[in-house]
């Protein structure tokens, strides 16, 4: 509408223009509609510009079109338009979200071959596909560059790293960017710390766990259940379930109900522990599925752990204590 009122009041659309309605359709991935605006442009005489580039290449990532946006980010270069770390970014950021790495490395390569200096937002995008891809070396070794030419990280670059090192489940590499976050006044989010105590879950760090648990709370940012039940298997690994029931109570005061997979690190550290604690974990086993939480996999091997086989088995028999599609004994039973 707002183009054909510029029309009929005569005025001739600019590259400006065009590129605005581009960019309008390329936002909601709206790759066909584009490009027909496009051709329009084309037709009219005018040429587009980086802008118009960009917005295609967008489009084409958002709907998981790679071919698109290479064929976008070659039109971008026959036009002599290649040069602009805008439309690079953005082929950059299209191979990350159909998490493709090494395309998306190449696509960084090709940037420094041409002279183009790659933002802080293509390196988050690149540091991001790593991420997604597990892959630590290439996330840490892309952080290390953009620091080398002197770019200041953003959240989502440290985000992005500390995902990498905690998939990779390496606890102090994580921690390491944490505190470089931190140094930078670049605040946490929950996914960041999320992310790094389920590694020290994964590593069996209580320690780290605990250290990382109180340094986002004195942040200001509240633990969710995720949070709580990742220190708490940190904690249940070593058989501490005296901790892990303190943990519990300041969970539940603070207004986040048991679920399952706080009930697995309790069944977790009552059968850990040197002495194990039969009893305790039948009762938070039935008190928990009285509440509603569901016991899953993880849950029943633990409580077959903690109360022994004859009394498992006596509990699966009594039916009433798991959901219907859980009330068989498992084959591993």
Request: hydrophobic letters at 40%; glycine letters at 6%.
């Amino acid at each position: 509408r707002w183009f054909l009122r510029l029309t009929d009041d005569g005025q001739t659309p600019d590259e400006v223009s065009y590129a605005t309605m581009i960019y309008a359709h390329a936002k909601h991935g709206a790759t066909e509609q584009a490009e027909k605006w496009l051709q329009h442009m084309l037709k009219a005489g005018v040429q587009p510009n980086v802008v118009t580039y960009n917005s295609l290449i967008v489009a084409c990532a958002r709907n998981g079109d790679i071919v698109g946006a290479e064929k976008w980010a070659y039109a971008a270069e026959d036009a002599d338009l290649s040069a602009r770390v805008g439309n690079h970014t953005a082929s950059v950021d299209a191979r990350a979200k159909l998490d493709d790495e090494s395309l998306a490395g190449k696509q960084m390569e090709k940037m420094c071959q041409m002279k183009v200096k790659p933002s802080v937002v293509t390196y988050s995008s690149m540091i991001g596909a790593c991420a997604k891809a597990g892959d630590r070396i290439r996330a840490e070794w892309w952080h290390k560059r953009m620091l080398e030419r002197g770019l200041q990280p953003n959240g989502h670059t440290f985000s992005s790293v500390i995902t990498a090192c905690a998939k990779a489940g390496d606890v102090v590499a994580a921690s390491r960017y944490l505190d470089d976050m931190q140094r930078a006044q670049i605040p946490a989010d929950v996914v960041v710390y999320g992310s790094i105590l389920n590694a020290c879950a994964k590593a069996r760090d209580a320690d780290r766990a605990k250290k990382i648990f109180e340094q986002m709370q004195s942040s200001g940012i509240q633990p969710n259940a995720f949070h709580y039940a990742a220190l708490a298997q940190s904690l249940a690994h070593t058989g501490n379930w005296i901790e892990v029931e303190n943990l519990q109570r300041t969970m539940i005061n603070s207004g986040i109900p048991l679920d399952e997979h706080f009930l697995y690190a309790l069944l977790l550290a009552y059968s850990r522990n040197r002495t194990r604690q039969p009893q305790r974990a039948e009762a938070a086993f039935l008190d928990a599925r009285a509440k509603g939480v569901r016991a899953n996999k993880h849950v029943l091997t633990f409580l077959r752990k903690a109360v022994g086989m004859v009394r498992y088995k006596e509990l699966m028999a009594a039916g009433d204590v798991l959901p219907q599609q859980m009330t068989q004994t498992p084959k591993w039973a």
